[in-house]
């Protein structure tokens, strides 16, 4: 079990998602749904209420969970993982009932590999916890300074805070915190995690039997596929890249864009190859999760899209065991963005970049108690597939994640399918 966990920490990106194994976007243009609740968010004259808010969001810039083999390397000294002051707050790690943190095998897989510099791969820079502080500032102006959903003081009844047991994916939930509320609690924070074997929040090929049987198949054949295996050739060839080493254009952006986005150096080689590697990462991808099959993007995301709908129904109904919760915040990964937009329809080719965001928001008519969902993705509003409108009736938002959205039950039952029929 050792091995397989350590093999997860260097894959690249998606070790998150594939760990266990081995461990569009559309901006919308207003139509004429939105002028329903175009003031509801800061005029209190309008019929609709916001009355919840949930935010699915990537941790902020890393380091690269692998270099790339064979070339110019980077130097990942530990200055560059030093916090801002301003990202200091009081907080604590539970699993989800409260008790201690459980054990964290793909953080520590990290931990038994040295980058050169001196620091552990997939480790949380001063560069993402700023990232993760402005999206907070962004919520808080919205949320907090233009609408006043919000207390301006953090309090657990009103905020859940979620995250992986990793520890970028902690720290990035500290520190949007830290920016939503500018350090301002009585309380302690609470940052929920859970063991890895049942984490919902990214794809889990350790906890999915099925998963791994599709996913491992699907993985291994992306980088075969003819364009995709000529252009990592090619780029190969160019790098210098020994044969024997193994390298896919996952594992390449990874290293180039965590290198971009410090300031660090990149093989000159590199440069004219920056476009197609986005466009390979993007495409190995899609082959991988294989959108088209609705059952993949279940195994996938089905627990995290019933957990929203869940929290919709529940905050509506008022049956939730903390009634005045209003913002439900979910610290995860490009591999649990990437096939949720997928769901929603509006995947639009583009990695998510760090600190990408996916935030629903619900309101309610105050008179005739109809609801209506909102989905933005980077501050920007999306038209859902099989909505009306941006501002979408709860039951056509339903009905459009019916197809994906998988309660526990349902998933586990999916997810031990795994008779001949369900194989590759």
């Known amino acids: 079990m050792r091995n397989l966990w350590s093999r997860a920490g260097v894959l690249s990106s998606v070790s998150v998602a594939f760990g266990s194994m081995l461990w569009s ?10 002028s329903i609740c175009t003031a509801a968010d800061t005029n209190p004259s309008s019929p609709y209420e916001l009355k919840l808010v949930q935010v699915l969001f990537r941790h902020g810039a890393r380091t690269p969970l692998k270099s790339i083999p064979d070339v110019m390397e980077a130097h990942w000294v530990p200055t560059l993982l030093e916090p801002p002051a301003h990202t200091h707050i009081n907080y604590v790690v539970t699993d989800l009932h409260g008790g ?26 001063s560069v993402g916890m700023q990232q ?35 520890l970028r994916t902690i720290e990035s939930a500290k520190c949007l915190v830290a920016g939503l509320f ?4 009585k309380e302690i924070v609470p940052i929920l995690t859970t063991e890895a074997e049942s984490e919902i929040l990214y794809p889990n090929y350790h906890g999915c039997k099925l998963l791994k049987i599709l996913g491992s198949h699907r993985w291994a054949e992306s980088s075969t596929l003819p364009d995709i295996a000529a252009d990592l050739q090619s780029i190969q060839n160019e790098l210098g890249i020994a044969s024997h080493q193994q390298v896919d254009f996952i594992l390449i952006r990874d ?15 590199l440069d004219s190859w920056r476009d197609t590697v986005e466009q390979r990462a ?79 928001e619900l309101y309610q008519h105050q008179q005739t108690k109809e609801a209506l969902v909102k989905v933005s993705y980077i501050g920007q509003d999306q038209l859902i597939q099989g909505c009306s409108g941006v501002y979408c009736p709860l039951q056509e938002f339903k009905q459009a994640l019916s197809a994906y959205a998988l309660s526990s039950e349902n998933y586990q039952s999916l997810c031990n399918s795994t008779d001949e029929s369900t194989k590759p």
Not at 182 to 185: I, L, S
């Open 100 to 125: 201690p943190r459980p054990p964290a095998p793909v953080e520590e897989s990290y931990r038994r590999n040295i980058l050169t510099g001196g620091t552990f791969p997939g480790q949380l820079t």
């Open 132 to 166: 993760l502080y402005e999206l907070g500032k962004r919520l808080r102006r919205g949320y907090i300074e233009e609408s006043p959903f919000l207390s301006s003081t953090f309090s657990p009844a009103e905020v859940y805070v979620r995250s992986t047991n990793i």
């Open 282 to 360: 993007v495409d190995m991808m899609c082959h991988i999760y294989e959108p088209s099959k609705r059952e993949n993007l279940q195994l996938c995301v089905g627990p995290v899209l019933h957990t929203l709908l869940f929290n919709i129904e529940e905050k509506l109904q008022n049956t939730s065991f903390e009634p005045n919760r209003k913002l439900f915040l979910y610290s995860a990964h490009d591999t649990t963005l990437i096939p949720c937009l997928m769901a929603l329809g509006i995947f639009d080719m583009r990695w998510p970049p760090y600190a990408a965001d996916i935030t629903l």
């Open 182 to 185: 500018q350090q301002n609690q």
């Open 255 to 269: 290293d180039m864009v965590a290198r971009q986005t410090h300031g660090l150096p990149c093989p000159p080689a």
């Open 25 to 34: 976007q559309r901006k919308t243009e207003p139509d004429q749904d939105s």
